[in-house]
């Protein structure tokens, strides 16, 4: 168990609609990261929140948003849904202080599986 | 451009026989190389990592190895067991403005058969 909790486990939506994921960190890290990962893909980096503030994008849809709240906990708004949406979307979770002794080290949650029909 | 090559995609190993995944980066200011492993239907686990000042690290079964002059690094698990199935995943880890980024590679399906 990595500390990471995500919720829901699965998803299950239309073509059109939106969808909210959320992601609880480690207790005392800072930094979270959305990964996408697609049937027999690799993991796609979307986007990283550090202490509330975007961080960091990656290959993020103008249809996905993200927001880390003061809790620290983060949501990932999938809106627009798509059958290419269909994935697993992970997110990771880090202490990211940048200081000495912190290298990125990334602990995963275990993730959503949305289907889009 | 910053970039993790991985290889092979997939590996197939009897039970018992050792297993190497190699990895290759682009970005030479990378400085934390870590792996992970990720079962059927669950979350990558970080099973393994090595920083940029070390050229190898142990743990059990498992080993990982560092170039830096060559930009390689490689995960060897010796006396592979059917529960060691999985996909692996090398990444590298580039600091920029005060963050970190995972870079990661393709990832290698490995099946151990009984």
């Known amino acids: 168990d990595s500390g990471v909790t995500q919720t829901p486990k699965h998803l299950i939506t239309a073509t059109g609609q939106r969808v909210t994921l959320r992601c609880s960190p480690r207790s005392g890290d800072l930094s979270v990261y959305w990964y996408q990962q697609s049937l027999d893909q690799g993991l796609q980096f979307l986007i990283q929140?550090?202490?509330?503030?975007?961080?960091a994008k990656g290959n993020i849809l103008e249809r996905f948003s993200a927001q880390q709240f003061p809790d620290l906990h983060s949501e990932l708004n999938l809106s627009s849904l798509e059958l290419g949406d269909s994935a697993l979307y992970f997110c990771a979770s880090s202490v990211e202080n940048g200081g000495q002794g912190s290298f990125g080290e990334q602990f995963f949650g275990p993730g959503t599986r949305l289907t889009v029909l | 451009g910053e970039n993790v090559e991985q290889h092979p995609s997939t590996l197939s190993v009897q039970e018992g026989d050792s297993a190497v995944i190699k990895c290759t980066y682009s970005d030479s200011a990378s400085n934390y190389f870590p792996w992970y492993k990720q079962e059927l239907g669950k979350g990558p686990q970080l099973i393994i990592d090595i920083r940029s000042n070390v050229g190898e690290k142990k743990d059990q079964r498992i080993a990982v190895t560092l170039n830096k002059t060559a930009k390689h690094f490689s995960l060897h698990i010796t006396e592979t067991q059917p529960e060691d199935s999985a996909v692996y995943f090398c990444a590298a880890s580039i600091r920029k403005d005060s963050s970190y980024k995972l870079i990661f590679g393709s990832g290698t399906r490995l099946l151990v058969r009984p």
């Open positions: 929140y550090y202490n509330g503030e975007e961080r």
